[in-house]
């Protein structure tokens, strides 16, 4: 039973600029089956990456207030430009909440790299932002590793588009990994929650350059192992009610029908996904 106002039943709110973090999702699904989902892609007000850090913060504040609306105990922030731009912002508005950000996974690839070069592909915002700087050179001073930082420009629309194997799409990855590989980099961070979606392409790139053995890492599986262990010591988890079993929904700031295909086509299933455009959540009045 939980000691706090909030209900194991009540659902976790997960959120990205769009379809991305539904790569967190899936993850979050196979570890704690029996959670409430409540999903938002914002998809017409992606991509974050190109945008300044304040309308990113603003933007994921007034998410964050429609998912607590929605009654969410715990927040998964799906997305690692929102995570860099907002997350500290969150925990201080959101004290009670548990809050579970996404960041490129560094100090797990200096550990996967066996020369010390790794390749870190994220948005440009990401790798802007001081957090995720202070980060870096944290992990590069106790590991010794060397970051080679890319940002990946128009990827992470490519994959809100649906292009996960297109010409074009596998052009731009050819374009942002053959220069890291040139540089000896033996170990890849997908360090934008999209960027998983893509991975069959990106393996297809790095066999194409001729190199073997690259190292992909992916923080997916940890985020939601970190969701579970924030949630078991708030004493938030929900147990298996055959009445009542897990339920998804899916909001949008694009098209539901979008985000319906994405459910299909990345998840397999088929929840009932609404538009909104989050107008009514950016006053604090709301919280
Ligand atoms: N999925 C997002 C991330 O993890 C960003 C994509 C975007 O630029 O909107 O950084």
């Given at each position: 039973m939980s000691t706090s106002l909030l209900s194991n039943d009540a659902p976790v709110g997960i959120f990205d600029s769009g379809v991305g973090g539904l790569s967190i999702l899936r993850h979050i699904r196979a570890q704690l089956p029996h959670e409430h989902l409540v999903y938002v892609a914002d998809s017409g007000f992606a991509p974050y990456g190109d945008k300044p850090e304040d309308v990113v913060a603003e933007r994921s504040l007034a998410i964050a207030r429609f998912l607590v609306a929605k009654g969410a105990k715990a927040l998964v922030v799906a997305c690692n430009t929102a995570t860099v731009s907002a997350v500290r912002l969150m925990r201080t508005r959101f004290p009670a909440l548990a809050i579970v950000g996404v960041e490129p996974g560094l100090k797990p690839a200096a550990a996967a790299s066996r020369n010390g070069k790794v390749g870190v592909l994220a948005t440009e915002r990401t790798l802007a932002g001081a957090k995720f700087l202070k980060l870096r050179d944290e992990i590069a001073q106790a590991s010794g590793a060397h970051f080679l930082l890319q940002p990946c420009q128009g990827l992470a629309d490519q994959i809100e588009f649906g292009e996960l194997d297109s010409s074009a799409t596998v052009g731009m990855l050819k374009r942002y990994i053959a220069p890291l590989l040139a540089q000896g980099a033996d170990t890849l961070v997908l360090?934008?929650?999209?960027y998983p979606l893509v991975q069959a392409s990106i393996e297809q790139v790095i066999a194409a350059c001729g190199v073997r053995d690259v190292a992909l890492i992916d923080t997916g599986e940890a985020v939601a192992r970190q969701l579970g262990r924030l949630l078991e010591a708030g004493g938030l988890l929900r147990a298996f009610d055959p009445a009542l079993p897990a339920r998804v929904e899916g909001w949008t700031s694009a098209s539901a029908t979008a985000l319906s295909a994405a459910f299909n086509s990345l998840v397999g299933i088929d929840p009932p996904v609404e538009e909104t455009d989050f107008a009514g959540f950016y006053t604090a009045g709301h919280i």
């Open positions: 360090g934008c929650t999209h």
